[in-house]
């Protein structure tokens, strides 16, 4: 299916003011050509060889929207890179494989995971090539509202506990989001939540999450604006609608906030206000799951995150089936990994914590499985440490990166299992200020300034790391980290 396939459904639909989006309505064709005057000129990819649906891949502007998609790439330091959303992190065994032969092909030689449990491709050569690509695996549904795909659910649900099974939700609110015309106008940022009820998605320590339907029965949900209870209950039914309905409002109120989190004032009112447009009980404070402490007159108020985040390794499924949970070191998977990955299982969920969930493995075959894997470089052990150090891609591809971070974590964990054990402390590690990929939880600020490192804000040279984080590890209280000052001063400006 070539991308004109793609576009048909969306012809007619007024494309101007859909941000990072260079189209000329003129250029849409019904069948294969190239469009006057298009090029396909990606001033960092280079020409995409087979244009050939008058789509000009373009790079993303800051005046815009700073996220990149499949179409809209971004100009890194290692060359363009495009990221494919993937709703609700799934993904299938073929598609898989593409990706893996587009990585190779195309890009660095591998996956790079995001925590919105996107992928992304760096080194990107021929943009057009990978859209066509990707379009013909039905990784990208929709040209105008591609990068507003951003479904993040829990990914164990219909395998392994929770209330609901959010899985058939995630295909229709998909649906849903690229069927309205005005949602191709969200930021590319913005995050719909479908938690099943387990609390691992969108709760008070990831105010990320834009807007988040929380089940708390099995056929009612509460509703979640920017990690937070709205006191708003949706029946199962019309989760879809009013979650579609609230990213709507957010387009019109949104003025120059990016995320749901940035609002303040009569703009957050009115977000609030078009919750449930009256259809819906509001305030309804029983003593639900995810209420906690005290009351707040505010109808915004904190929710508690359950501790369901599932170890690496075999998870026994509700059917008696394994789940193979595998970690990838730094988010990143190489094309030969993602194979492997496509061989043990006929799909896979990405999750929103940098590992894959390998659903539906006959029990007889888990051992093997969780072998292939280990064997191929990847994390199974139970509650592998590696699992919980992170870092963005530092110099490696980043021209902003006071440090190769990356090369730095990897020698402070092989020193830190050297000097005694595994190092069993969460860090994220950042080339700059942005600190690019943190985790939403706790997690040791390690932070390139470029004389060394800063942690939790302490000066710390490149070689004394380990020792350091061996003391993080050994303090009681101050294993899971501090919150770094940015995060910090964005709470306070709520
Ligand atoms: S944290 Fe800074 S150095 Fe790291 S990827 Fe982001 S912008 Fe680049």
């Known amino acids: ?39 396909g000129a990606n001033a960092v990819g280079g020409p995409p060889s087979n244009l050939q649906w008058g789509i000009v891949p373009s790079h993303r ?78 990784l990208l549904p929709s040209a105008t509202h591609e990068r507003v795909r951003n479904v993040v659910a829990s990914p ?15 295909a229709a609110l998909d649906t849903a989001i690229s069927a309205q015309s005005a949602l191709a106008a969200l930021p590319g940022r913005f995050w719909f939540g479908l938690d099943d009820g387990r609390g691992d998605v969108g709760g008070p320590f990831d105010d990320r ?91 915004f108020h904190r929710t508690e995150r359950s501790e369901s985040v599932f170890h690496l390794g075999a998870v026994t499924q509700d059917d008696g089936r394994i789940a193979v949970h595998t970690g990838l070191r730094f988010g990143t998977a190489t094309a030969a990994q993602v194979r492997l990955l496509a061989e043990i299982a006929g799909e896979a969920i990405i999750t929103p914590w940098r590992s ?49 971070v990356r090369a730095d974590a990897t020698n402070a964990m092989s020193e830190l299992t050297t000097i005694g054990g595994a190092p069993g402390v969460a860090a994220h590690f950042a080339g700059c200020t942005r600190r690019c990929g943190r985790p939403p939880t706790p997690a040791v600020d390690v932070l390139a300034d470029g004389d060394g490192y800063l942690v939790d804000g302490d000066r710390v040279p490149a070689g004394e790391l380990a020792d350091v984080l061996a003391q993080k590890r050994a303090t009681s209280g101050t294993e899971r980290g501090a919150r770094p000052p940015a995060w910090e001063a964005r709470k306070g400006r709520r």
């Not at 000329?24 to 090029?39: M, V």
């Not at 587009?102 to 890009?107: F, I, K, S, V, W």
């Not at 099974?165 to 995630?170: G, H, I, K, N, T």
């Not at 979650?243 to 977000?271: P, S």
């Open 356 to 404: 894959v969930l390998l659903p539906d493995v006959d029990p007889d075959d888990a051992a093997d499985a969780i072998r292939r894997l280990d064997d191929a470089g990847l994390l199974v052990e139970p509650h592998d440490p590696a699992a919980s150090i992170t870092a963005c891609i530092g110099s490696h591809g980043c021209g902003k990166a006071l440090a190769d």
């Open 61 to 138: 502007t800051r005046a815009t929207d700073a996220c990149p998609g499949a179409l809209t790439t971004h100009a890194a330091d290692d060359g363009a890179l495009a990221r494919v959303r993937l709703p609700g992190g799934r993904v299938s065994e073929s598609q898989l494989a593409v990706l893996a032969s587009c990585a190779e092909a195309l890009g660095d030689g591998a996956l790079h995971v995001t925590s919105r449990a996107n992928v992304q491709l760096r080194g990107v050569s021929d943009a057009g090539a990978l859209a066509e690509r990707l379009a013909a695996a039905g």
């Open 209 to 299: 999450v834009d807007v988040c339907w929380r089940a708390v029965s099995g056929d009612t949900g509460a509703l979640l604006l920017a990690g937070e209870d709205t006191g708003v209950r949706v029946p199962l039914a019309e989760a879809v609608d009013v979650l579609v309905d609230v990213a709507a409002a957010f387009v019109r109120c949104r003025g120059d906030a990016w995320q749901v989190r940035e609002l303040t004032g009569a703009r957050r009112a009115e977000l609030l206000a078009a919750c449930g447009e009256g259809r819906f009980a509001r305030g309804e404070r029983s003593e639900s799951v995810i209420h906690r402490g005290e009351r707040s007159e505010s109808v």
């Open 1 to 39: 299916m070539l991308l004109s396939g793609v576009l048909a459904p969306v012809r007619g639909i007024a494309l101007a003011g859909v941000s990072g989006f260079r189209y000329d309505r003129s250029q849409l064709r019904d069948s294969p050509g190239i469009a006057p005057g298009s090029s």
């Open 156 to 170: 164990a649900s219909g395998l392994v506990g929770g209330l609901v099974d959010v899985r058939p939700l995630v």
